[in-house]
């Protein structure tokens, strides 16, 4: 009898059992896939070891990565850190609150939850100063385009240029491209959902002779 049980026991538990741990694959799955789209390979990732491995699996050189552990260095000598359960129960509350305070997106929520997080090498005083730094080029330079009679942009767009959170290299990439053609913006934007407010805006849908495309810093 105690067999009958165990044996009619053990399906019922298994797929509640596993239920958390696919979830928690499927999300670490759409993360990785993520970074490895939207984040340079030349920019050095702090992850856990399940999650390198992912990013690894999807393309992401391993000599980018840093596996994050007990002994390892801290994230701060990264450019990316990508905040999952297993690096929260590292680091704690210090990764948003000293080394890596601004999200460029987030996947899930809860346990699983999964945060892309950009690396305040000097610290979070540092970075909002830089940030503001950023900021005042971006209106400036966001200024010049409006004044580039080559370019034309909706009063939308043109909103968003002057609050200066377009990225400079796609400024940059725009002033460029005008030299060439007549160019339309429609609109900027970034990939991904849970940016930090104040993250600049790192893509650009354009109308080209009629014809819709994208531009991306």
């Known amino acids: 009898m105690v067999a009958v049980r165990h044996f009619t026991g053990a399906p019922k538990s298994g797929p509640v059992s596993t239920a958390p741990a696919r979830h928690e694959a499927a999300v670490r799955g759409e993360a990785a896939a993520w970074v490895a789209q939207q984040v340079s390979r030349g920019a050095a990732v702090s992850c856990d070891q399940a999650m390198c491995a992912a990013l690894e699996a999807r393309g992401f050189p391993q000599h980018a990565l840093l596996v994050l552990g007990p002994v390892s260095l801290d994230p701060r000598h990264s450019d990316v850190v990508i905040e999952t359960a297993a690096v929260r129960a590292l680091f704690g509350t210090s990764l948003d609150q000293a080394w890596a305070p601004a999200v460029l997106a987030s996947f899930g929520s809860g346990a699983a939850g999964i945060t892309v997080r950009v690396v305040a090498a000097h610290g979070t005083v540092a970075y909002q100063t830089a940030l503001a730094g950023e900021l005042a080029a971006g209106r400036a330079a966001g200024a010049s385009l409006l004044a580039d009679r080559r370019i034309i942009v909706p009063a939308p767009a043109r909103a968003q ?57």
């Open 161 to 217: 240029l002057n609050t200066g959170l377009v990225d400079l290299r796609l400024l940059s990439a725009l002033t460029a491209l005008s030299r060439h053609l007549p160019v339309s913006i429609v609109q900027f934007g970034n990939v991904g959902t849970g940016a930090s407010p104040g993250m600049p805006f790192r893509f650009a849908d354009l109308s080209l002779a009629g014809q819709a495309d994208q531009t991306r810093s």
